[in-house]
């Protein structure tokens, strides 16, 4: 389902963010990216998720060529996927409706469906009561469970998380971390950047752990 | 239709989410085309004013005392094949003594009242130029059938102001050149205080843009609305000044009417033209949308939601 051969990624500098990159993840997984700041996590995550290209190797995700993306195939490419970001990336003025029902608006679905899509995710997040209201009349954890809604709104075989709980509590990051298992339960692959070691160690998944740029341990 | 459905969505949306966005830019818009179709709307007028007095121009020739008859048929012929006069008339010397008398009966009885009087006037032609000849090339023109005429048997002199002429010629061009130059002018500032301004209004909803790129919006997708819109706020821009433009030119020929009647002197003042008016809203929208694809192209790269 995802597969890094050989990957590099240097930026001006040199700065050598990713070196010889080899990784292979299985369909239904749901893996742990750990490391401390600067170790190339972020890197990973944007090649991982179509936002930057590597500068030589292979990226396949989903069964397209990351590598070889040209700018008109990326909206298609990033229908297939799901990402949450650490800082949400809600739009403020928009209802938290509107904000889970983008992704589907953008595919050209009918109303009548996205009114029931969005109404079932907001029901998995438990946010149901709250369709209406705006992202900043909401708590941390609660925007993040809307990020959750739309990453998860257009069905997506691979959810990608980059650091989902660095600016939540201990218990909002609890919750969210239980709602991303319930997503992987049903047979999502789930990919979560954290350098949160304790939850990884409690949570017992798949961990991969990168430090300057290269593979450490995968455990 | 679906590019239609997301922008009138999308209009909804700034409307009412960035009222105060879209006034600012709706006012930015109108008062840079305001500036336009004022100045448009006074050298409409100026224009109008200045070709008026071309075609007040006459040209006068004068005949010699000898063969009036016989040389009258052969230059009248001369006038009209040369196909540059809208009216020609012919004032033969004794009426034009007639005429000069009535005119001084006020001033010199004595000498109306003489029967036989000597006559110095001489006989005349009056021509009113057309239209088509009121400028440098038609001057010209006007110039050397004068030089042709004087050379004719019969003419004694031939008189259209040539000074006059000469400078009312140069001022036209002066004043074309000008006005081509004020419109022109006019027409790149509001390029770039359009573009700035939309520039503006689409960098404050960058997060957005960043967003739809992140949940798989197609370039057209994000694009297209934002171009949309352009054109419509350019559009609108565009009306509303002209809107504006004939609301003043309505006050001032109420005010001109009513309190310097005299001044006018029949006078009458023109608004712009069904064409020109559809023209500024066209470079509304050719302005708007513009500014909004080159400002749209810069922000919505497809990597947008990465570069922060």
């Known amino acids: 389902m995802i597969t890094f051969s050989h990957v590099y990624k240097t930026y001006p500098g040199p700065n050598h963010a990713l070196v010889d990159i080899n990784l292979n993840i299985n369909r239904g997984e749901f893996i742990f990216l750990t490391g401390p700041s600067g170790a190339g996590k972020t890197t990973f995550f ?142 999502t692959t789930v990919f979560v950047a954290t350098h949160d070691l304790e939850m990884v160690k409690r949570k017992n998944k798949k961990q991969v752990e990168i430090k300057k740029g290269i593979i450490n341990e995968i455990l | 239709m679906k590019y239609f459905k997301l922008f009138i969505e999308q209009l909804k949306y700034s409307w009412v989410k960035k009222f105060s966005l879209q006034v600012t830019t709706l006012l930015v818009l109108m008062g840079s085309f305001l500036a336009v179709s004022l100045t448009l709307l006074f050298l409409t007028n100026f224009n109008t004013t200045v070709n008026s007095f071309g075609e007040k121009f006459e040209v006068s020739v004068y005949l010699t005392d000898q063969n009036i008859e016989e040389n009258k048929s052969k230059i009248s012929k001369i006038i009209n094949d040369s196909g540059l006069f809208k009216d020609v008339s012919f004032v033969h010397k004794d009426q034009a003594l007639q005429n000069f008398k009535l005119k001084m009966k006020k001033n010199m009885p004595s000498f109306v009242l003489e029967e036989k009087s000597i006559n110095p006037l001489p006989s005349s032609y009056a021509l009113k130029i057309k239209k088509d000849f009121n400028s440098k090339a038609g001057f010209t023109k006007i110039s050397e059938f004068a030089d042709k005429l004087m050379g004719e048997e019969g003419v004694d002199e031939v008189a259209y102001g040539q000074v006059w002429a000469s400078k009312y010629t140069s001022f036209l061009k002066t004043y074309k050149l000008l006005s081509v130059g004020i419109v022109l002018f006019l027409i790149l500032s509001i390029i770039l205080i359009i573009g700035n301004s939309i520039k503006s209004s689409i960098s404050q909803r960058r997060k957005e843009i960043e967003v739809l790129e992140l949940v798989g919006a197609s370039r057209s997708y994000i694009r297209m609305p934002f171009i949309m819109e352009g054109a419509f706020m350019g559009f609108l821009g565009a009306g509303l000044s002209i809107l504006v433009t004939y609301l003043a030119y309505s006050w001032i020929v109420n005010v001109a009417e009513s309190n310097m009647g005299v001044l006018l002197n029949g006078m009458s003042l023109h608004f712009l033209s069904i064409t020109l008016c559809v023209a500024i809203c066209f470079l509304g929208i050719v302005v708007g949308s513009v500014g909004a694809a080159v400002c749209i192209n810069r922000m919505n790269s497809g990597w947008a939601a990465t570069n922060e």
Not at chain 1, 76 to 92: A, E, P, S, T
Not at chain 1, 98 to 103: G, M
Not at chain 1, 121 to 128: C, G, M
């Open chain 1, 46 to 187: 944007k090649l991982l998720s179509g936002f930057d290209k590597p500068t030589s190797g292979q990226v396949e995700v989903l069964g397209d060529n990351v590598s070889k993306l040209t700018s008109s195939a990326i909206p298609n490419f990033r229908k297939k996927i799901g990402v949450i970001y650490q800082d949400f990336k809600l739009i403020d003025d928009k209802t938290v409706f509107e904000n889970v029902s983008l992704p589907l608006k953008v595919q050209g679905a009918k109303d009548k469906y996205i009114t029931e899509r969005v109404m079932d995710v907001l029901d998995q997040v438990s946010l149901t009561h709250k369709s209406k209201a705006h992202p900043m009349q909401l708590s941390g954890g609660e925007q993040q469970r809307v990020a959750i809604a739309r990453a998860l709104i257009h069905h997506p075989s691979l959810l990608i998380a980059d650091e989902p709980t660095g600016n939540l509590d201990p218990a909002l990051a609890e919750e969210i971390m239980t709602l991303l298992e319930k997503v992987n339960a049903q047979g």
